[in-house]
């Protein structure tokens, strides 16, 4: 019977790390898809040579991904 609890107590520990695991995945998933929408927006901005305007949410994400040299060659 003890052996069923800690096994028991395993699963349950091991699913609730999945679940943190799983929701850390899907917001660096979601910073992703806003990052590249932004990069996308950057870019046009330069072929059309407008300053492009940026939300207050993405800006964060972007200084970020600057700072690691994500987003060399883009001001």
């Known amino acids: 019977m003890d052996e069923i609890k800690l096994k ?3 699963v349950s520990v091991l699913d609730k ?3 943190l695991q ?10 992703t898809q806003a990052a ?11 072929r059309g040579g407008a300053a492009p305007t940026l939300t207050p949410t993405l800006t964060p994400v972007l200084t970020s991904l600057r700072r690691n040299g994500t987003l060399e060659g883009f001001s």
């Open 22 to 31: 799983a929701g850390h995945a899907h917001r660096l998933q979601l910073q």
């Open 17 to 19: 790390a999945l679940g």
């Open 36 to 46: 590249e929408q932004q990069i996308a927006a950057l870019r046009d901005a330069q």
């Open 8 to 10: 028991d107590r395993a």
